[in-house]
């Protein structure tokens, strides 16, 4: 009889370590099933900060413009927070069980406006303005006519 109030503990001692590995499995899992479905989309992030960065430095060089620290700062703080928000969006997603993909959404943004400075960088590089260029070679009229005519 004296021994059954040790067992107990025991018993409970047991049940909780159980229960605690048990949730720090379901956060490592969770975790890296976010951080490996976030991969592909940090890459994609990077590789066009990447692209920005140098067709910057390539715009910089060809004017003598020396790269100041307010633009390393800026790159900095893209290197890092871009995957901080990529995968908190994505965690999000799983935690409240979300139908849009959101993380996606935030990494298209992202990555496209860092394209966008690319193509502006690349513009300058050559000495025209990219995106006169690119409307001037769609048929406007033609693509309005047909959403008219719809």
């Known amino acids: 009889m004296e021994n059954s109030g040790i067992e107990m503990l025991a018993v409970i001692l047991t049940k909780f370590q159980v229960a605690i590995a048990t949730l720090v499995k379901g956060v490592i899992a969770t975790a890296l099933a976010v951080l490996l479905d976030s991969a592909l989309l940090i890459s994609t992030a990077y590789v066009f900060i990447g692209l920005h960065v ?58 496209v406006n860092e394209f966008k400075g690319f193509i502006d960088n690349s513009g300058k590089l050559m000495g025209i303005d990219i ?17 008219k005519g719809k």
Request: charged share 15%; hydrophobic share 50%; net charge positive.
């Open 54 to 111: 140098l067709s910057g430095w390539m715009v910089m060089g060809r004017g003598g413009i020396p790269w100041n620290s307010e633009k390393w700062f800026k790159t900095s703080m893209k290197l890092l927070w871009f995957p901080i928000v990529i995968i908190s969006t994505k965690w999000l997603r799983v935690v409240y069980d979300i139908q849009l993909p959101i993380g996606n959404i935030v990494a298209g943004f992202l990555s």
């Open 131 to 147: 995106w006169n260029v690119i409307s001037d070679q769609v048929d406007w009229k033609k693509i309005f006519s047909k959403v």
